[in-house]
């Protein structure tokens, strides 16, 4: 194969459409739900925006959450009509609906599956190479299986085989398999599926994935195995990647995130909390690198102003109203949301996680926020949860003005 471009040679507009309902009934809010530490859409998303192929990409749904989580991630949003938000409704249906309402100025469609979270963006890549320099008009993904099928028989009756001779059984090295559609990126013209109303059509082709990169999540016997592959081979965001996410302020939730969920209390009455020196490197990392760290606290623990005092962070204890105190710093600094990221446990930190431009939460935190978090860390409050955030900040967006001009 030729070196894959991402320069579509025919000069054609490409639009790609990720298709996330929020109805789905083997595991709720699947699309969103955190895997790898981070919502199941982004691993889609970001691979096909890295690969550059599409020149816009969209996001159907019907749910205000995916929406959410969607915008937040760079897509454009289409709200799909009632008419295909049913369990019988076809991806054909959808995407058609889609065109239908939006009128996108495209000639090439790229569909991939939210729900296969190991693609990455070699695979755009390759595929439009391949669609362009074939002259396909529809293009899709395969995997190949070495698997002998079987006629499926009433009881009494004898099965026959349907590609096997167990008379010439085969060595596994000796037989080629089968190819097998397995939904994960399609490429069609628009025009296939507008006129006819199919994804395949017209020329052809196919496109192979190894097998062990293929994982598609239909229910929660799934989830533990993705967790594993996405973890080992998922795409991973490069340094600086995210244009749109120019970090400059860090806040941090103090109880439960910053301390662990321990209060220590001495004879004399005075509390205190446990704290991890590999969060503070961190914290001290991110203000070398420019980023204004701030920590806020519901209670008024003492210790949390001194650890505060250590790092040289501004900190507001006694905190009620978090979104409010999180947008009057934001406000007097002059950033706008997409230069915040926040780091929280617990409900009252939500509104602060789903406004930020990037909102982090650790392990134990409280299962609402672990949903709606952009990033879920492996680690504990108080045990090394923020480094981990920390990392991820650093790695995939732009962390400020000062970090990239150094570069």
């Not at 990126?185 to 196919?206: A, F, H, S």
């Not at 302020?249 to 009455?269: C, E, F, K, N, Q």
């Amino acid at each position: 194969m030729s070196e894959p471009s991402n320069k579509k040679r025919r000069n054609q507009r490409a639009l790609g459409l990720i298709l996330a309902r929020g109805g789905s009934k083997g595991i709720e809010l699947k699309d969103i739900r955190p895997l790898g530490g981070r919502p199941l859409l982004y691993w889609t998303m970001h691979a096909l925006q890295d690969s550059e192929i599409v020149d816009e990409l969209w996001v159907s749904t019907d749910h205000d959450d995916i929406e959410r989580v969607a915008r937040k991630g760079g897509a454009k949003v289409h709200r799909r009509g009632p008419e295909v938000s049913k369990d019988t409704s076809t991806s054909v249906e959808i995407i058609k609906e889609f065109l239908m309402a939006q009128k996108p100025e495209c000639d090439i469609l790229v569909l991939p599956q939210a729900t296969c979270p190991c693609i990455k963006p070699e695979h755009f890549l390759e595929m439009m190479d391949k669609y362009e320099n074939g002259s396909y008009d529809s293009l899709f993904t395969v995997v190949r299986l070495h698997l002998f099928r079987w006629q499926e028989v009433c009881i009494g009756e004898s099965s026959k085989p349907i590609n096997l001779d167990p008379y010439n059984r085969p060595r596994r090295q000796d037989w080629n398999g089968e190819l097998y559609e397995n939904g994960a990126i399609y490429i069609t013209q628009k025009d296939l599926l507008v006129k006819d109303g199919v994804l395949q059509g017209g020329k052809v082709g196919c496109y192979e994935m190894q097998p062990h990169l293929f994982v598609d999540i239909e229910s929660l016997d799934d989830w533990p195995i993705a967790e594993s592959r996405v973890r080992k081979y998922g795409y991973k965001p490069q340094k600086g990647k995210d244009k749109t996410l120019k970090i400059k302020l860090l806040v941090i939730d103090a109880d439960g995130t910053l301390s662990d969920d321990h209060v220590y209390i001495a004879d004399d009455g005075q509390e205190s909390h446990s704290y991890s020196s590999i969060d503070s490197a961190a914290i001290w990392e991110m203000k070398k690198l420019g980023v204004d760290v701030r920590i806020i606290a519901s209670s008024k623990a003492n210790s949390h102003v001194h650890r505060a005092e250590q790092m040289g962070c501004i900190i507001s204890t006694g905190c009620t109203q978090k979104l409010a105190q999180l947008d009057k710093w934001r406000q007097e600094l002059g950033f706008d949301w997409t230069q915040v990221a926040y780091f929280g446990a617990d409900l009252s930190d939500l509104d602060c996680i789903k406004s930020a431009g990037v909102g982090g939460t650790p392990a134990n935190s409280d299962p609402e926020v672990y949903q709606y978090a952009d990033y879920n860390t492996l680690s504990t409050g108080g045990n090394g949860a923020i480094g981990d955030f920390c990392k991820y900040l650093i790695k995939t967006c732009c962390i400020s003005e000062k970090s990239v001009d150094e570069k």
